[in-house]
């Protein structure tokens, strides 16, 4: 007959885990693949490759931001090509307000842009002599970064005058700023406009609000100093160029589907 204690204690032996030999080392655990390569169906662009959908969304979403390859790989050719139109850009219309290539530009500093500021805010209270004035663009102006996100017609404008200030002289950048400061006049009757539609309203300020700015900037000119743009010649032609550069500056930006058409009254 059987010893069953035998038996049991033969079983239990052969259950009870490996103990490593005194001074050894522990054997290390090995990952077992239960799956072959060839049925992990859904790959990502960078090589790796996962048994479902959710396991490979994970996957991008950790490591690609979400993102496929492929789309970041258009998103920086598409952001160098913008860099290339902007620069572009940014040359025609340096050249366009008169900019001097043999002299040498000093850099535009934070003074220059609170001289700058200091210089609409007097015009504004000339022109309409309303003392409260809302300051929250200015100091979102004043801010050493620009804004990363541009949602509104504000943060275009302060996003378009950060990058040309590295461009332009500070004469020049007085003619930018007299642009947005029409152009901003204008939006007061729009708004809910939102950055695409900066286009058509840029075409509005063409044909009926610019002559009525440079007529009030001609008037003001005889009261303060500080307004002596109408001693620019042809300032009327300086600001539609300007306004083309900032509307081909939002399409390069993809801020807009939109060009200016620069229709007439007439038309």
């Known amino acids: 007959m059987q010893d069953k204690s035998n038996t049991n204690s033969s079983v239990q032996e052969s259950y ?4 490593p030999a005194e001074g050894g080392e522990k054997k290390k655990r090995t990952r077992t693949r239960k799956y072959s390569d060839a049925q992990r169906e859904h790959k990502c662009e960078c090589g790796k490759s996962y048994l479902s959908y959710p396991a490979l969304y994970t996957h991008m979403k950790q490591k690609h ?19 290339s139109q902007t620069q572009d850009i940014f040359a025609t219309l340096a050249n366009a307000l008169g900019k001097e290539e043999d002299k040498s530009q000093t850099s535009f500093n934070n003074e220059d842009m609170y001289d700058l500021i200091n210089w609409e805010l007097q015009l504004q209270m000339m022109e309409t002599d309303n003392k409260l004035i809302k300051l929250d663009y200015y100091r979102e ?17 302060i996003r378009f005058i950060h990058e040309l200030k590295g461009v332009l002289s500070y004469e020049q950048m007085k003619l930018i700023f007299l642009f947005v400061y029409s152009f901003r006049k ?25 002559d009525k700015v440079l007529q009030s900037i001609q008037q003001l000119s005889n009261r303060n100093y500080i307004v002596h743009l109408c001693r620019v010649p042809n300032l009327r032609e300086v600001m539609i160029k300007i ?13 807009t589907d939109d060009k200016l058409l620069l229709k007439s009254d007439s038309d």
């Not at 009870?16 to 103990?19: A, R, T, Y």
Request: charged fraction near 20%; include cysteine.
């Open 186 to 210: 204008l939006l007061i009757d729009y708004p809910d406009c939102p950055t695409s539609g900066l286009v058509e309203k840029a075409n509005q300020l063409i044909c009926s609000q610019l």
């Open 65 to 83: 931001n979400g993102q496929s390859l492929k789309n970041l790989d258009e998103q920086r050719l598409e952001s160098t090509f913008s860099e």
């Open 16 to 19: 009870s885990p490996q103990k």
């Open 141 to 157: 102006l004043m801010k050493p970064t620009q804004p990363a996100d541009i949602t509104t017609p504000q943060d275009a404008f």
């Open 243 to 255: 306004v083309l550069g900032f509307c081909n500056w939002l399409y390069a930006r993809h801020l």
